[in-house]
């Protein structure tokens, strides 16, 4: 598993320090600080900039941790890149802007230095995509995805809601790039980073970038959700790490069984909508001989609302139920048209 962490902001040469410090011989393998900080509101501290270049660089030199920061811009790019950090991140409010990115790309071309993307604000994975597209067609060869969770109307508990399909979809859409997942942007309280750390794990995913300062009730920047090294340790302690997968014989035997109940079900699931498909074509032959639209007003609304009061009592959450008959439904007037 890799492992980034360190604090959101570097503050000052003595603060990046004693956290690097608190981090060394637990499996850190990249301290990450930001330098130049996207702050919603003006006037809130955004970051010491390039003063901090030189500080990194004695975190590695005292250390051997290597160094990272967040860059949003070429002149970034080009300042890191001239102070010799060993990695960069691009952050979720400038993912969501292809020039920014275009124009990253273009400082990184040429340069071999691993850069992790982290996913856009807005859930769009076309954003995040787009921008891991730019990367490589610059040449960048070492990329990584950084999940730290979404803007939408509705985030639980959560600062950002995880949306855990759509980093999964990006896994599959890119299976050759690690996935990490910052759950401390995602909580936005640290009680909540081990929850979050442990789904990551729970799914497989590749590492985790967790912000972690010295004292972080005095952050300048995220204060709620940084850990303390001692915090980071005990999280680190209480992670389960399961295996991608085994040879023991008695698990095989019993998942072996388990997938072939679901391969059952899912060939009588395909069998049961090829004849629900077969009546739509019935039906739309049947309307059609009696000189009647393929959509009648009302019949949908009805229908869904039947599936929804039976996908309850089956216990089947709503989203999932509609947007399966949603799917069903089109290809039923897609048939009927025929
Ligand atoms: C950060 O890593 O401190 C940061 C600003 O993250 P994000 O881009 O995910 O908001
Ligand atoms: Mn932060």
Redesign the pocket.
Known sequence: MLLIAGP??AESPQQLMETARGLTGCGVSVF?A?LW??RTHPGSFEGVGAEGLPWLVAVREETGLAVAT?VAGAKHVEACLAAGLDAL?I????TTSPFLVQEIAEALSGTDIPVYI?NP?QPDPELWAGAVERLQRAGVRRIGLVL?GFTTPESGPYRNAPLWPLAVGMRTRFPGLPLLV?PS?IAGQRGLVEEISQKALDLGLDGL?V?VHAHPDSAL??AAQQLSPEGFRSLLGALQERAADTDAPDYREGIEALRARIDAVDEQLLALLAARMDISREIGGYKKDHGITILQPGRWELLLERVLAEGRRRGLPEDFVRKLFETIHEESVRRQGK
């Open positions: 959101c902001s990450r930001g900080k996207p967040e991140w952050g979720a409010r400038t982290k604000v730290r910052d942007h970038m912000e920047s995220d």
